[in-house]
C-alpha cells in the first residue's frame, strides 16, 4: 500500500510549527517532527510506509481526507485464496449468459474458482444456462424467494475462501477478482466492495444512473469498523470472508431489499472492518425506464424502516453550527424581508470568520484571513446542500403540496430543489442537461420519499425521520 497527499492538502511550516492544511473543507492538523519527516518523504511522490506504525498513522492520515491510499500489483498476495462466485438468477437467461461469460474471462487462476448460480424458481432457460457454462447449478428451494435467500443457499454449498457476489445483471471486468482480493491480507477485513458503473449509456436513465446510482460509491477508497455511521456495501459487487459470512449468519432471508446494508453493518458490529475499492469493476445493467426507475427508487426507500428497526443506533445525523444556520436563516428570508436581512447574513458571517480566526490563533494554526472566509463560505454552501438535500429526498412530495395551496411556498421549494440538484449536476457532471438532469432528479426523490414512508407505516416506525442534530464535527487529535 502507498499513499499520496490529497489533491486539496498542502504542508506548511510556520512558526516553528509543521501543519497539514486541507482547503475543501478547511481543517488544519497540527503535527509533531516524527509525523512530520514521515509527510515529507511523501511531498515529492508516493509515500510507502517502512513501519506498522506508520502504516497505521497514515491509515489514520487517509481516514481524515489528508492523504489517499493507492493500491499497486505489488499488493497482491503470493498465495491467493480459492474462491466461490454466487450469482442469485430469476428468469433472466440472456442476462445470466452475459454475466458467466465474463466470469469466464476474470484474471484469476481458474482452478481458484467455483462458479455457483442459484435459481430462485425460473420459468425461462437460466437453469440451462447455467448448466451450459460449467457452473455449479443449486435451488433457492421456492419461487421468488428473493435474492438474499438465494444468495444464502448458495454460500451454503460454496468450498472458497471468499464468497464473491454478484448479480446476473452484471458482468465483471477482467480484474475483478485480482484487485479486490489483496485487501483480504488484512485479517481483520470481512468484507470488500469494488465500485459498480451503468452498463448503457442509451437512454436518459442510463446516464442519469451512471452518476447517482446508489449502487455506485464513488472514487475514493473508504472503511468502515466499529462506529454507528451508515457505510455499508452493495450486494452486487461484494466479496466476504466465507467464515465471517457463515459466522454472521449470512444475509436476512426476510428481506428483498437492503439486505446487503443489514449484512455489511453486522459484520462491522462484530467488529469486522468493512472496506470498499474504487477498483474491481462490475457493469450493471440499471432500470432504464421511468417505471422502473422509479419502481426502483421506491422499493430502496422501504428498507429504510426495518434497518431501523434492526439497527436503531444507526441513524442520521447532521452538523448544523448555530451561527450559520442564523445566517443561512437570514439569507432564505431575504425575498420577504429586504435587503437588511442580507446585510445581518454578512455582519454575522463576518463574525463568524472571526471568532473562528481568534480560536485558530490561540491554537497556533497558521489560516490566512482570505482562506479562512472562503473556508465559511463553503462551509455555509455545503450546509445548505445538505439542508436542501435532505428536505428534497425525504419530503419533496408534502413540500410540492403545501406549495399547491400556499402560492408563496413556491420560491421556497424552487430554492431548495435548485440548490441540491444545481450541486449535484455540478459535482456529478452527467452527460445530461440541467433542465433533464433535474426532472429525473425529481422523479427519483419523490419515488424514495413515498418509499421510506410506505416503509415506515409497514414497520410501525418512523425512526427513518428522526436525525441527531450536531453543533459541530467530532473532534480529531
Not at 71 to 88: T, W
Not at 144 to 168: T, V, Y
Not at 189 to 205: F, L, N
Not at 399 to 409: C, G, N
Request: with cysteine; aromatic share 8%; hydrophobic share 45%.
Amino acid at each position: 500500500m502507498i499513499y499520496r497527499l490529497a489533491k486539496n492538502v498542502e504542508l506548511v511550516e510556520r512558526d516553528g510549527g509543521t501543519f497539514l492544511v486541507a482547503k475543501t473543507p478547511l481543517c488544519v492538523l497540527r503535527l509533531n517532527r516524527t509525523l512530520a519527516e514521515l509527510v515529507q518523504r511523501g511531498m515529492g511522490g508516493p509515500l510507502t510506509p517502512v513501519t506498522a506504525v506508520e502504516g497505521q498513522v497514515l491509515e489514520q492520515l487517509a481516514v481524515k481526507g489528508f492523504v489517499v491510499r493507492s493500491r499497486e500489483a505489488a499488493d497482491q498476495p503470493a498465495a491467493l485464496p480459492s474462491v466461490s462466485v454466487v450469482i442469485p438468477v430469476k428468469d433472466r437467461a440472456e442476462e445470466l449468459g452475459r454475466c458467466l461469460s465474463s466470469i469466464a474471462a476474470i484474471d484469476y487462476p481458474a482452478e481458484k474458482i467455483e462458479v455457483i448460480v442459484v435459481d430462485d424458481g425460473s420459468c425461462d432457460r437460466s437453469p440451462d444456462v447455467a448448466r451450459e457454462f460449467g457452473a455449479q447449478l443449486v435451488f433457492s428451494g421456492g419461487t421468488g424467494r428473493g435474492p438474499a435467500a438465494a444468495r444464502n443457499r448458495g454460500a451454503r454449498a460454496a468450498k472458497g475462501e471468499i464468497l464473491a457476489f454478484i448479480d446476473s445483471d452484471c458482468t465483471a471486468s477482467t480484474g475483478w477478482l485480482a484487485e479486490l482480493i489483496p485487501t483480504f491480507a488484512d485479517p481483520s477485513v470481512a468484507a470488500v466492495g469494488g465500485r459498480v458503473d451503468g452498463m448503457c449509456t442509451t437512454s436518459a436513465i442510463d446516464r442519469y444512473e451512471a452518476v447517482m446510482s446508489s449502487l455506485s460509491l464513488g472514487g475514493r477508497e473508504r472503511t468502515g469498523n466499529s462506529g454507528d455511521d451508515t457505510f455499508y456495501l452493495p450486494s452486487c459487487n461484494l466479496l466476504v470472508r466465507r467464515i465471517a459470512f457463515l459466522t454472521a449468519r449470512g444475509f436476512n432471508d426476510d428481506m428483498h431489499v437492503g439486505e446487503d446494508v443489514d449484512l455489511t453493518w453486522r459484520l462491522r458490529d462484530g467488529g469486522w472492518t468493512i472496506a470498499y475499492l474504487p477498483a474491481g469493476r462490475v457493469n450493471h445493467e440499471h432500470r432504464s425506464t421511468i417505471r422502473s426507475f422509479m419502481s426502483r427508487r421506491f422499493d430502496y426507500g422501504t428498507s429504510e424502516g426495518m434497518l431501523q428497526l434492526l439497527h436503531p443506533r444507526r441513524h442520521k445525523r447532521m452538523v448544523i453550527p448555530p451561527l450559520l444556520a442564523l445566517i443561512l436563516a437570514l439569507c432564505v428570508a431575504a425575498p420577504f424581508t429586504g435587503w437588511w436581512t442580507l446585510a445581518a447574513a454578512g455582519v454575522l458571517l463576518g463574525i463568524d470568520a472571526a471568532a473562528v480566526r481568534v480560536r485558530m490563533k490561540r491554537r497556533g494554526l497558521p489560516i490566512g484571513l482570505s482562506t479562512l472566509i472562503a473556508g465559511r463560505l463553503r462551509a455555509l454552501g455545503s450546509l445548505a446542500y445538505y439542508l436542501s438535500y435532505h428536505l428534497v429526498r425525504y419530503y419533496a412530495a408534502p413540500l410540492i403540496l403545501i406549495a399547491l395551496f400556499v402560492p408563496w411556498f413556491w420560491l421556497f421549494v424552487i430554492a431548495v430543489f435548485a440548490c441540491a440538484a444545481g450541486v449535484d449536476h455540478a459535482i456529478k457532471k452527467p452527460r445530461l442537461s440541467l433542465v433533464l438532469f433535474a426532472g429525473i432528479y425529481l422523479l427519483e426523490h419523490i419515488a424514495y420519499g413515498a418509499g421510506v414512508f410506505w416503509g415506515c407505516v409497514r414497520g410501525k416506525t418512523f425512526a427513518s425521520y428522526r436525525v441527531e442534530v450536531r453543533r459541530q464535527m467530532e473532534a480529531t487529535t
